[in-house]
């Protein structure tokens, strides 16, 4: 696919997870930085993304934001990187659960803990991930002893989920337990994330004077 992708992004944001995602298809892209405040609430920028908010992806005439809404859109629009299973593959199922699993059980609890919200037992059904601790518990079950989340290859679930987990044990967001580690090591080494890393950590540091 020839039309630019560009990718507007802030050094100091979750925008490293699909700039990661951008370094893995290998296609050329044009990087856009957003600073926090004014810059992100312009209406040239609400009219790519109306929260106000990085990242946000425009290829083509096509917007995405979310970042889990871009590495699927991303791994979709360029096959030939390899980053999810084939429609019709069985495996596209685990894929897709993984991936939003991610996006929407772990996110809520990890944010919630980290705000103070405390979910009480009888209040677990009406939230959508029941508790922190059986979201921790249901991600360690099936994270033991696997490299990789569907088809036995990486993938942009692996991709996702993995900087869900590093970022969070990172920061102290989410509990460092052995089969999270287990899973995150490899994927700090991975190439395009080690760009994509250095990339940020350089423009973070030119930010800051």
Not at 88 to 106: S, T
Not at 130 to 146: F, I, N, W
Request: proline share 8%; hydrophobic share 45%.
């Amino acid at each position: 696919m020839a039309d630019e992708i560009v990718f507007y992004t802030n050094p100091q944001s979750r925008g490293l997870t699909t700039h990661w995602m951008l370094e893995e298809i290998g296609c050329p892209y044009r990087m856009e930085i957003k600073q926090y405040g004014p810059e992100m609430k312009a209406p040239d920028y609400l009219a790519i993304n109306p929260m106000g908010k990085v990242p946000a992806l425009r290829h083509g005439d096509t917007v995405i934001t979310e970042v889990a809404a871009i590495c699927a859109y991303l791994a979709d629009a360029f096959p030939q990187a390899g980053l999810a299973p084939a429609p019709g593959d069985p495996e596209r199922g685990p894929y897709y659960r993984w991936l939003f699993f991610a996006a929407a059980p772990l996110e809520a609890a990890v944010t919630n803990r980290t705000l103070g919200v405390d979910i009480a037992p009888e209040q677990e059904r009406m939230a959508g991930y029941g508790s922190y601790l059986r979201v921790m518990q249901t991600l360690e079950s099936v994270l033991d002893g696997r490299e990789h989340l569907a088809g036995g290859r990486f993938s942009a679930a692996d991709l996702y989920l993995g900087a869900h987990l590093d970022w969070g044990m990172r920061f102290g967001t989410i509990e460092a337990r052995p089969a999270f580690e287990r899973f995150v090591a490899p994927l700090r080494q991975r190439p395009a994330y080690l760009r994509a890393a250095e990339i940020d950590d350089a423009l973070a540091a030119a930010q800051q004077g």
